[in-house]
């Protein structure tokens, strides 16, 4: 059964080693894809410790167990656009600076791409990173803006705009959830494997460190996603545009996505116009009471 490919999907505390370890011990993983965070922009104001404990210490805690595996497994995992911070240079790319973090939630996820780098360079494990850009659609997380919008506008509830200063638009770089799981198995695909073993580097050479931009390359503003939301809900929502409070949002996202294209084949194909179709297509059915409450 071991030696039959497979894939696993492993539900649990990134911090608990023994239940990794006895897990490793068990299945000699070959890639391991590590989608465990705390994630959430502005929620890292109340409640900062739950971002180190994830991101930071059990991120760790996974490349600790990682690297003493045997065999090592190649490891691709979740960073963020927020990285980019109050980078202004347009598009993102992954050169670019990323010392300017905005938030906790930012500076939890930068530190974990040098954390890679550092067991890439001891232990020679082959890690690649994904900058996800505002990842949306059916089985989305509830607390992103496009999912608790569409349950505000359906119980004809207030939304809240964020502007930007001078009147501004906010705009993001939304990315449909199908291409960006397009471009994590494009990811395990090439991915080479880890050149260390149970805990040591080996002579085989440098490991592979990889950094790519997942997005959709064209940022749209708030209130434009906002608009796609009440054609496909056939509601009006009820908006209040107010300044962008500091708490962790920068003004604009957009991917540069060559490197990802160029190295993965990554091509996303869904504008956010189709992606917001299908979630609502999703929304409607998922919550049973919601249907009652779109016009369509
Ligand atoms: O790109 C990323 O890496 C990040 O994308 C999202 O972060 P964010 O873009 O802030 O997504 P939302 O919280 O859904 O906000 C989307 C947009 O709506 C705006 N917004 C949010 C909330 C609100 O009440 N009003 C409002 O205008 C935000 O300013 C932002 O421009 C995810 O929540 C992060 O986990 C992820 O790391």
Known sequence: MLERAGVFVVEGDINDKELLKKLFDVVPFTHVLHLA????????MQNPSSYVHSNIAGFVNLLEVCKSANPQPAIVWASSSS??????KVPFSENDRTDNPASLYAATK???????????????LSITGLRFFTVYGPWGRPDMAYYFFT???????PITIFEASGHGSVARDFTFIDDVVKGCIAA???AKKSTGSGGKKKKKGPAQLRIYNLGNTSPVPVSDLVSILEKHLKVKAIRKVQPMPRNGDVRFTHANISLAQ????????TDLEGGLKKFVRWYLSYHPDAKKKSAS
Do not use: C, M, W
């Open 37 to 44: 965070a705390q994630a959430g922009v502005r929620y890292a």
């Open 83 to 88: 990285v980019y911070g109050l980078n202004s």
């Open 110 to 124: 930068k530190a974990g791409e040098e954390i890679a780098h550092t067991y890439n360079f001891i232990y020679g």
């Open 151 to 157: 349950k505000n506008i359906l119980n004809r509830r």
């Open 188 to 190: 395990l695909d090439t």
């Open 262 to 269: 160029k190295e993965l084949g990554y091509k996303p194909t």
